[in-house]
Nanobody, 127 residues
Framework: DVQLQASGGGLVQPGGSLRLSCAASGFTFDDYAIGWFRQAPGKEREGVGCINSSGGHTYYADSVKGRFTISRENTKNTVYLQMNSLKAEDTAVYYC????????????????????WGKGTLVTVSS
């Protein structure tokens, strides 16, 4: 069975940093792109960014560009989301998901082809 588990969330002050991890199992990890998503209370889920299967290509939502970085270690079946300069509006449950393909979907349709979703991890940015 395909399994994804996001971890690393917690409470952080504005301006602080966190690194989330997405551990995967049950499939050939380095064949597929991985996306990060988030859902804030009362809001729709939104795409945060994506990394392709090799790690050579990433994209980010405008709201996190320049502050968040996605990377992956295929030898560890893990994708990371480094979050810096955190803001209150980054508060959300963060999820990772696998794509059906090696490449990321078009940024305008971040959930397209994302067919396996993990349980999320809560990030709270507050003083």
């Amino acid at each position: 069975d395909v399994q994804l588990q996001a971890s690393g969330g917690g409470l952080v002050q504005p301006g602080g940093s966190l690194r989330l991890s997405c551990a995967a199992s049950g499939f050939t990890f380095d064949d597929y792109a991985i996306g990060w998503f988030r859902q804030a209370p009362g809001k729709e889920r939104e795409g945060v960014g994506c990394i392709n299967s090799s790690g050579g290509h990433t994209y980010y939502a405008d709201s996190v560009k320049g502050r968040f970085t996605i990377s992956r270690e295929n030898t560890k079946n893990t994708v990371y989301l480094q979050m810096n300069s955190l803001k209150a509006e980054d508060t959300a449950v963060y999820y990772c998901a696998t794509s059906k393909w090696a490449g990321c979907p078009h940024p305008a349709s971040p959930t397209y082809g994302m067919d396996n979703w993990g349980k999320g991890t809560l990030v709270t940015v507050s003083s």
